[in-house]
């Protein structure tokens, strides 16, 4: 085999292994906020037992105070409809997206996860839940890449549906909702409360991705497998005009 030939067959085994370890990218825990980033939430709806306190709220917003390694402190405000300040108004919590702990304390279902997480990703604590899916949706006319939760726990006592859904690029919840229904007697008791994002200065400052659910690294690995493959090509049509 001459030594274009055997380039040429090396890039081409080389090309055919890449493809076969796209999909071995370890999952990374990186914040997507920065300090001055907020959102804004409101459309607060409960409805049945132990939920009718949301329909008090106004507006509640998590202002990103600053952000450190895997951690992000987040202020939290709000106000009620009557003008009065919603309970913890003014106060602080440090968020760590790899860990997934509020202030120390492992947390499930919390104002922001990972940036950049796809179907499969577990989300932080270890052992809890993972991204159902990732899809395009559309919020305050714009439309974003989200990385999607939804979560049914089922026990003798009751029933919950958790449906959470965060904007993939910067890993801020957009929208949540929950319905739990107790066996109680004589009969079944439902309480279900929701709430979605109203303003934000998130979108602006991380544009959306043009290609929608699919990882940067896959993007990579593929142009790479893509350039390859052409490098390799060219040496065999070369080798062939010789001849």
Not at 9 to 25: C, D, K, M, R, V
Not at 83 to 108: F, H, K, Q, R
Not at 134 to 155: H, K, P, W
Not at 156 to 181: H, I, M
């Amino acid at each position: 085999m001459s030594s274009l030939s055997r380039i040429a067959y090396l890039l081409l085994i080389s090309a055919f292994l890449a493809g076969l370890a796209l999909p071995a990218f370890a999952t990374e825990y990186n914040l997507g906020v920065t300090a001055g980033q907020y959102a804004k939430y409101g459309n607060f709806v409960g409805v049945g037992p132990g939920v009718e306190s949301f329909n008090d709220y106004n507006w509640l917003r998590l202002y990103v105070v600053s952000v450190s390694g895997k951690e992000v402190t987040l202020l939290s405000t709000g106000q009620l409809k009557n003008g009065a300040a919603i309970l913890g108004n003014g106060t602080t919590v440090v968020w760590n997206v790899e860990t997934g702990t509020e202030d120390g304390v492992p947390s499930t279902q919390g104002p922001i996860i990972a940036a950049n997480l796809n179907q499969g990703d577990a989300i932080p604590p270890v052992g809890t839940y993972a991204v159902n899916r990732t899809e395009a949706r559309t919020y305050l006319g714009v439309t974003r890449s989200v990385s999607m939760l939804n979560v049914v726990i089922s026990t003798p006592d009751y029933n919950t549906t958790l449906t959470y859904v965060y904007d993939r690029l910067s890993g801020f919840l957009l929208e949540a909702a929950t319905e739990t229904t107790t066996q109680a007697q004589p009969e079944p008791i439902t309480s279900e409360f929701s709430y979605s994002i109203m303003e934000t200065n998130i979108f602006a400052s991380t544009p959306n991705s043009l290609i929608v659910g699919i990882p940067l690294e896959y993007i990579i690995a593929a142009f790479v497998l893509v350039l390859m493959a052409a490098i390799a090509i060219l040496v065999l049509r070369r080798r062939t005009k010789k001849h």
